[in-house]
């Protein structure tokens, strides 16, 4: 029997950042052992990369979806795998997270090379030519998705329209203290037929430098400002924050009652650092112990370092009394703050006051940065405030499945509770 030429296949070529894809490399040798190797750099020109080992079967092909890695940065079946176990190539990257502030597409490398080389092997300039290479490209934005920058009064961000008239769920999106404006996942969640604003609060354009103090008069004016537009469904708004984002977001939807539906993902239920300047009063911020923080190889463990909001009640925010359906997602494998204990009291609360409006998922072995799927896995990185590495927690492929429910459900939870029954003309 003869064989082709070694061929990587990755289908399709090109997608959506948040779908999962197929890959193989056919026309090798019965039995042949190869290494895949993925590859992808960041807005920081970060490179990141994974390497795993095969074996090809009887036909001479290798069918990542089925066949099981064995060793590498992953080992057994993993069908996204190469891309998820993407990690910093160097150890000047290490505990470096896979950072875009822009929504261009991002590039994957794939090649394939005789045999089961090390990691030293592959990052040797003098390496073996790989026996096939491919790309693919995974983007942000589909096609017709509009990316609108905002300067609206004192509001600053990015918004991204779905292609189609609409009218469609409008959306806040909140990330934490990174600060700036992200704008990766309001682009995705226009894609899947979503509006979506990414807005920032600190750090960006003439916005303030810290985040200190913050006030609720900005938010409501980001509220009215995607009220306005004419492709979002009325009268009513969510909310999607993570971390820091997570608390504005239960805020919003306490003290704006255009805000009905939000989604936290490992967020406090107290206001964390920030003060909130309310129309009448303010809720305090919730410190950090820094006596309680852990350092363990060099990374700072701050599991225990947040005070507990049962002792500090002054700084809870009461989303008791907010007529707002909320969803928690919780990583049970959280390391940057007690995420599942926090989640506990908001439900609590809720429950006390006769609330059923929620819904918790909890995921076992996932770390704090729930993203999109597919999102290179960071397990700890450099933090903005804390000014050193922090552990984020978590494990690979629990992570990545949490993710991939974690987006479904974040999908799934907007459009039931922000679109009107019958009105929506848009595609989803």
């Known amino acids: 029997m003869s064989f082709e030429a070694a061929k990587v296949v990755v289908e399709p070529a090109s997608c959506l950042n948040d779908e999962a894809v197929s890959l193989s490399v056919d026309g090798l040798e019965p039995g042949q052992g190869i290494t895949l190797e993925a590859s992808m750099t960041d807005g920081r020109g970060a490179p990141f990369f994974s390497y795993s080992h095969y074996k090809a079967d009887d036909n001479g092909r290798v069918d990542v979806n089925t066949m099981e890695s064995l060793g ?3 080992k057994g079946l993993f069908p996204m795998g190469p891309i998820a176990s993407l990690s910093p190539m160097l150890q000047k990257h290490k505990n470096t997270r896979f950072f875009k502030r822009d929504v261009k597409p991002n590039l994957v490398t794939l090649s394939a090379f005789k045999g089961h080389l090390s990691h030293d092997e592959l990052l040797d300039e003098n390496r073996r030519e790989p026996l096939s290479t491919t790309s693919h490209t995974r983007h942000y934005m589909a096609p017709g998705v509009q990316r609108i920058p905002v300067h609206y009064g004192s509001v600053r961000g990015c918004l991204f329209l779905p292609p189609g008239n609409g009218p469609f769920p409008g959306v806040i999106d909140l990330f934490g203290v990174a600060g700036g404006l992200l704008e990766y996942r309001s682009a995705q969640l226009a894609s899947r037929g ?3 604003f990414a807005l920032a609060y600190f750090g960006y354009d003439d916005l303030p430098k810290t985040f200190e103090e913050l006030n609720i008069s900005y938010f409501e004016e980001a509220v009215q400002f995607l009220l306005e537009h004419e492709k979002v469904v009325k009268p009513n708004l969510g909310v999607l924050g993570v971390s820091k984002g997570a608390d504005l977001a239960l805020s919003m939807a306490t003290f704006i009652p255009e805000v009905t539906a939000v989604v936290s993902i490992n967020g406090c239920i107290s206001s964390v650092v920030s003060k909130l300047n309310l ?10 112990d820094t006596a309680r923080v852990e350092i363990k190889n060099g990374v700072m463990d701050s599991y225990e370092a947040m005070n507990n909001p049962l002792d500090y009640p002054e700084t809870i925010i009461p989303i008791e009394k907010a007529n707002v359906d909320f969803l928690f997602l919780v990583s049970r494998g959280d390391r940057n ?7 506990d009291i908001a439900v609590e609360r809720l429950e006390k006051a006769g609330r059923k409006n929620y819904k918790v998922h909890k995921y076992p072995g996932a770390g704090h940065h729930i993203e999109p799927p597919f999102f290179p896995f960071c397990q700890a990185s450099y933090h903005r405030s804390a000014g050193r590495n922090v552990l984020w927690g978590g494990k690979l ?9 974690a987006w479904e459900a974040t999908l799934g939870f907007f459009r039931k509770h922000l679109l009107n029954s019958g009105v929506h003309k848009g595609k989803l």
């Open 194 to 196: 979503i509006v979506s």
């Open 397 to 405: 492929r629990p992570h990545l499945e949490a993710e991939v429910h």
């Open 337 to 343: 703050w007690k995420s599942e204990m926090y989640a």
């Open 279 to 288: 129309h009448n009063g303010a809720i305090p911020g919730l410190e950090f």
């Open 72 to 74: 590498g940065s992953y």
